[in-house]
């Protein structure tokens, strides 16, 4: 890289001197940290950093949790480069100028993800009743309660896959297929009987709206688990979400 700029001393020797010459260091650092930005943008086919973060938001929130991850530990690592006091200064300086831009993309990932999040809950499912209740309206009411409540246990569902290292369901049912038959059918009664407990909280008549279709958002999230074990293991009797008037007793 050709610096217009020649720093004449690196970034701790400056600011040891405590002297004017560390403003003209970091006005040239943002400078060049915006032409790299530019550069990146360019380079990757982006013509401002309006088009970048619409391609970013394609990408799941985790995923670019997960970016943010590396490009938090690349701006350190920059920046503690840049303060290394054996450092050339044309070296402390570049690495000044990374750390700055690496800081720039954790912002734009950042404001991608809270965008995310806000379009997210605006989209989200709002009860205005609990489960219980849901029931005893019947027809639409709680057609248009459960497919929200399977389609939040979807989600929850394979985001918990994820966290757990699987790229798919189809991924984790490969997996649990090395497993000995007993062991899995030994999971299925455990993840039947936290289904129950899940069950039984949902249907509570006491409980508001948003407590009791989370409940039946993780009902639905085990229902998804125990379908793929059934599927290996050949099916059983499973606890589905059934209305009982007795529960309410």
Not at 68 to 81: F, L, Q
Request: charge should be negative; charged fraction near 35%; include cysteine.
């Amino acid at each position: 890289m050709t610096l217009q700029y020649a720093p004449t001393k690196n970034l701790s020797q400056i600011l040891r001197a405590e002297d004017c010459e560390v403003f003209e260091f970091e006005s040239e650092v943002l400078l060049a940290y915006y032409d790299r930005l530019s550069n990146y943008l360019n380079q990757h086919g982006y013509e401002s950093v309006a088009e970048l973060k619409e391609d970013l938001s394609r990408e799941s929130i985790e995923e670019l949790t997960r970016t943010i991850a590396i490009v938090d530990a690349t701006a350190d690592e920059r920046s503690k480069e840049s303060m290394l006091p054996e450092a050339r200064p044309e070296d402390s300086f570049n690495s000044l100028v990374g750390a700055y831009t690496a800081r720039a993309v954790l912002f734009i990932i950042k404001s991608v993800i809270a965008d995310k999040k806000r379009n997210t809950e605006v989209k989200m499912y709002r009860p205005t009743m609990n489960l219980n209740r849901a029931f005893k309206e019947g027809g639409e009411v709680i057609e248009a309660y459960t497919l929200e409540g399977q389609k939040e246990g979807r989600k929850r569902f394979e985001a918990r896959l994820k966290r757990e290292g699987y790229a798919s369901v189809e991924d984790w049912e490969k997996a649990l297929r090395t497993e000995p038959h007993l062991d899995l059918l030994f999971y299925a009664m455990s993840l039947e009987e936290e289904l129950a407990g899940w069950k039984r909280q949902a249907f509570d008549p006491n409980i508001s709206p948003e407590e009791s279709f989370d409940c039946m958002a993780d009902a639905f999230h085990i229902i998804e688990g125990i379908r793929v074990i059934d599927k290996i293991v050949g099916g059983h009797e499973r606890l589905m979400l059934r209305y009982n008037p007795s529960e309410e007793m």
